[in-house]
């Protein structure tokens, strides 16, 4: 009896089921998310490589052939050098919501959404509050938070990971 391996984009996860038949069409629903575009994948057992050769992402290998989504750099330097003059003149006692309508500005001009917690701490520091209180609750969320992550680089990333692999084989009739 084979065993066929699926995968789901929705999971990124391989699933591995035990068919009675050769060459089955039908195609199951996720075992996890119980989603319906499940894709069936070569296995590597019965696609032999030649030596050297590697998987590509959409196989679960190595990247390959993606594009880096370039970050650009033109727009950021041309914000930084506009916004310079105004950051320096704020000098070390500057206003917590000056601050903010220069971080606000900058995210304008580069197109660079703020994460959430620069977002709570642009709204608290707006509303005049201690930025060294903001930065102590919450300087951790903030430095997580990559300002160059856009939903296309989590896309690319995610395909240049590969899947995880679910260790349950599954009965597919």
Do not use: W
Request: proline share 9%.
């Amino acid at each position: 009896m084979p065993i066929y391996e699926f995968y789901c984009p929705s999971c990124h996860r391989l699933f591995s089921f035990l068919s009675r038949r050769v060459g089955v069409s039908r195609t199951p629903a996720c075992p996890k998310c119980k989603g319906h575009q499940m894709r069936r994948e070569v296995s590597p057992f019965a696609a032999p490589r030649k030596s050297g050769e590697t998987r590509g992402a959409e196989e679960g290998g190595e990247p390959g052939g993606e594009e880096e989504v370039p970050v650009e750099e033109e727009r950021v330097e041309r914000a930084l050098d506009t916004l310079a003059a105004e950051a320096a003149s704020m000098g070390e006692n500057e206003d917590p919501r000056q601050a903010a309508r220069l971080m606000r500005r900058f995210s304008e001009m580069t197109g660079m959404p703020l994460g959430e917690g620069m977002e709570e701490a642009m709204r608290r520091l707006e509303a005049g509050e201690d930025p060294e209180a903001v930065e102590e609750e919450l300087g951790d969320q903030i430095e997580r938070e990559d300002p160059f992550e856009t939903p296309r680089r989590q896309e690319i990333r995610r395909r240049r990971t590969p899947p995880s692999r679910d260790p349950t084989l599954y009965d597919l009739g």
